[in-house]
């Protein structure tokens, strides 16, 4: 996991980059992010993750335990999921086709634009 602070004119904004193997516990991963988004509250924060999970809202055609579990995380942290169900597949490989990649955004709130 990486994250990287960008000061704006304006206001600061946090990129993370994060990554959990489909053999590693995804609540590792997930909790490292939300260490990270509990130090910032007052930011806006970016997340870009290969969580190697399945959800329908992020374009598979059925759940997994695991994609559950991601999903249980975004909807805790008020995440806005920033691709669509529909975008072209992140991952391709032979006959093997996937959406693990996952950018999250926490909403923009009236407090960015003044």
Known sequence: MVALKIQTSSFPITIISAYSSPAQNVHTTLQEIQE????????KIII??????????????????????ILDFILAN?????????ALPTFQR????????????????YRFFH
């Open 48 to 69: 870009g993750a290969d969580l190697n999970g399945h959800n329908t809202l992020w374009g598979y055609r059925s759940n997994d335990n695991r994609g559950k579990d």
């Open 94 to 109: 032979n006959n093997s086709v996937g959406w693990p990649d996952l950018f999250l955004m926490l909403p923009i709130t």
């Open 36 to 43: 990270i988004i509990s130090s910032l509250p007052e930011e």
């Open 78 to 86: 008020n995440l806005n999921i920033i691709h669509k169900p529909d």
